[in-house]
């Protein structure tokens, strides 16, 4: 299991890294809950991003007709196998297939060949989450992140319990994908998260001294580092945990 800490400057990239973060991920919160910072930033952050700890990057988000022309905007990155994260919204069509199936094709003609992570918001809807699951597993997709759209509107486990993220873990794992779990999560929520058994949990405010739009702080890190080892001990490990690398 890993920690992801979301950072919007190479400054804070270093901090969240010598912390103890397992992945950094660039992202802009003033532009929404998967803001893409600009690629120049995100050249920044992926230098100050040492060898052994994974890169990600957030691209926005939108219809799955947006989603390769926001994946076109991100910039060939000095590694290879980072994960570039997009929140598709609406619901599942043939075209949501098509979309995924063509952004995983381009990624892979990349030479830095990134991983695509599809985000989806738990606080719109989860009803369709499993045919969601297979729509992204047949196109490709690396993993699915259950995030929450609106930081103003509580935690993620105020809008899906705990029964419905195992549940969704289990049927992520079926499809041989990685799953990430965030969405305004407190130090308190990442142990209880932890035991639920995602390969990945993201934060964002939880880091920062100030929130999300604060800034990250090397203490707050490690005392959610702390928080995640705790939590995960009881957890089963999932078969797709070497899906998730720090290849460089």
Not at 86 to 98: H, I, K, Q, S, Y
Not at 156 to 165: N, Q, W
């Amino acid at each position: 299991m890993q920690l992801l800490v979301s950072v919007r400057s190479s400054a804070e990239a270093r901090v969240a890294a010598v912390a103890g973060a397992d992945v950094v991920d660039a992202k802009e919160p003033a532009h929404g809950a998967l803001g893409a910072v600009s690629p120049a930033t995100l050249l920044e952050i992926s230098a100050r991003v040492p060898a052994g700890t994974g890169l990600s990057a957030a691209a926005g988000e939108g219809g799955p007709g947006e989603l390769l022309a926001a994946l076109e905007q991100v910039p060939l990155l000095p590694r290879r196998h980072a994960w570039l994260k997009f929140a598709v919204r609406g619901p599942v069509t043939p075209d949501a297939g098509e979309g995924m199936t063509a952004a995983t094709a381009y990624l892979a003609g990349r030479p830095d060949h990134p991983r695509l992570v599809v985000g989806r918001y738990a606080d719109e809807s989860l009803d369709d989450v499993e045919e969601w699951i297979e729509l992204a597993a047949r196109a490709g997709v690396a993993g699915l992140l259950l995030d929450t759209r609106r930081k103003d509107a509580g935690s993620l486990l105020d809008v899906a319990s705990v029964e419905t993220l195992r549940h969704v873990r289990n049927a992520v794992a079926a499809r041989g994908l990685w799953l990430g779990l965030a969405g305004r999560l407190s130090l308190d929520e990442v142990a209880t998260v932890a035991a639920i058994g995602p390969d990945v949990i993201g934060v964002r405010g939880a880091a920062c001294d100030g929130g999300r739009t604060g800034e990250v702080a090397a203490g707050r890190v490690r005392a959610l580092v702390d928080a995640l080892r705790r939590g995960s001990q009881p957890a089963a490990r999932s078969a797709t945990r070497s899906a998730v690398t720090t290849e460089t």
